[in-house]
T-cell receptor
Framework: DAGITQSPRYKITETGRQVTLMCHQTWSHSYMFWYRQDLGHGLRLIYYSAAADITDKGEVPDGYVVSRSKTENFPLTLESATRSQTSVYFC???????????FGQGTRLTVV | GDSVTQMEGPVTLSEEAFLTINCTYTATGYPSLFWYVQYPGEGLQLLLKATKADDKGSNKGFEATYRKETTSFHLEKGSVQVSDSAVYFCALAGNQFYFGTGTSLTVIP
């Protein structure tokens, strides 16, 4: 199916574990983004990518790692999960820097 | 740098009331502006957009006009319905995507 998909939709992990959230889009959009959504903070940009092999930090990158070896995939890795990283994570993609973003359904991550 | 400032909520309205959610922006250049809507448990969906000054975006009875002179993009709807209850985000597309903090709207019958 065309679109942008995130997996898993729900994840519970323990403090200190590594966890990877997946994001896949079928449009060959150049730009991809990772946001976290927390009550009272709205959407905060973690990392973004303008093309394959090009990534850049957003507002809250600490504790996260991204890669983009293929245009369609943009995984987000929490190297050593902490409780403060409990959140809902959204992936998004856009065709170019000035066009609308399309969002995945989100991944609800709980770190216990 | 670029930023978006959005009216804080929550907002509670009776059905058929008039809605305004204020949004102002700061940007270099000529960004595109958007309103997104998020229903409970879902991702963000594009509601409407405007790509240049004086453009009016509209969808599902919602409207917003890109005002360069006041750097604003206020969302309006003449008669809200219970089904409009959601969180609304103003956004700006520059070199990144910038979002406001979101405004929660509850419409009561």
């Amino acid at each position: 199916d065309a679109g942008i998909t995130q997996s898993p939709r729900y994840k519970i992990t323990e403090t200190g574990r590594q966890v990877t959230l997946m994001c896949h889009q079928t449009w060959s959009h150049s730009y991809m983004f990772w946001y976290r959504q927390d009550l009272g903070h709205g959407l905060r940009l973690i990392y973004y990518s303008a093309a394959a092999d090009i990534t850049d930090k957003g507002e809250v990158p600490d504790g996260y790692v991204v890669s983009r070896s293929k245009t369609e995939n943009f995984p987000l890795t929490l190297e050593s999960a902490t409780r403060s990283q409990t959140s809902v994570y959204f992936c998004a993609s856009t065709y170019s820097s000035n066009t609308e973003a399309f969002f995945g359904q989100g991944t609800r991550l709980t770190v216990v | 740098g670029d930023s978006v400032t959005q009216m804080e909520g929550p907002v509670t309205l009776s059905e058929e009331a008039f809605l305004t959610i204020n949004c102002t922006y700061t940007a270099t250049g000529y960004p595109s502006l958007f309103w997104y809507v998020q229903y409970p448990g879902e991702g963000l969906q594009l509601l409407l957009k405007a790509t240049k000054a004086d453009d009016k975006g509209s969808n599902k009875g919602f409207e917003a006009t890109y005002r360069k002179e006041t750097t604003s993009f206020h969302l309006e709807k003449g008669s809200v319905q219970v089904s409009d209850s959601a969180v609304y985000f103003c956004a700006l597309a520059g070199n990144q995507f910038y979002f406001g903090t979101g405004t929660s709207l509850t419409v009561i019958p």
